[in-house]
């Protein structure tokens, strides 16, 4: 298979085309490097299997040329971070229209096959209970999560229209080596610049669901091979959740930190489109034979180690 890979150079993509590379597959990244990062990839660079594109998908001369021969097309590059909406609203607006020109790209280039990864931010505020592919309305309180869900209505409107089929991944909160962001690699930061004192952002009580990155790659690549529906649509995430105060503490127990004191900022949200409570349920991708290796509470101390080791 010939996978033609956006974001690959960042924190998700990097680990996706490890493995892809690892199955035996010719790779092609294509990243404009706004978040990604070359070391994430060093390994690949000047193998036979593999081709870097530094190139931006706004650039659509650039990406009609590049783009053309692949099977696949694992759609992983956005803006990563869903606080940036609040100070730059202006994002999604970038999201949306590297959707457009990339599924235009394909469509022009006869590649039928799309792999997205969404967000579980596409959900907005719900009630306190495991959420189906099938819960409506959706709502998002964020740009990020509007960028999102407008994306997805993009790629299954181009698979309808022009015979595509596409794969769509909600994923919960994604963590482990690579990661750049987030509120395990917030904290960590934090508490290596004042092993006294952690802020927490909000009141501590947020409790969502975490997914250690081998089995995001791992479920993405499984739906992929398992489902041949004209639109696959899959929650990506545990069956639990883990809360942020209990993070703080498995943070600080793994640096070995002594009476820390916890600073909170206030409010149930950390931020402006934070959503404070949320959990999926991911039986239909479990119904396929998928199940995560390991659950919300042991991907965020798994991914803690990961990034002690790293930063």
Known sequence: ???????????????????????????????????????????HLNKPYFRLVKADLLDEDVLNAEIKDHDVVFHLAAIPDVRLGEKKPDISKIDILSTYNLLDAMRRNDIEMVVFSSSSTVYGETPPVPLSENYGPLLPISVYGAAKLACEGLISSFCHTFDMKGWIFRFANVVGSRCTHGVIYDFIRKLRKNPRELEILGDGKQRKSYLYIEDCVNGMLFGFEKSREQINLFNLGTDGTTEVNEIAKMVIDEMGLKDVKLKYTGGKRGWKGDVPRFQFDISKIKSLGWKPKYDSSDAVRKAIKDLLAEI
């Not at 680990?15 to 690892?22: I, K, N, Q, S, T």
């Not at 199955?23 to 092609?28: K, P, R």
């Open 1 to 43: 298979m010939k996978a033609f890979v956006t974001g690959g150079a960042g924190f998700i993509g990097s680990h996706l085309v490890d493995r892809l590379a690892r199955d035996g597959n010719e790779v092609t990244v294509y990243d404009n490097f706004s978040s990604g990062r070359m070391e994430f990839i060093e390994r």
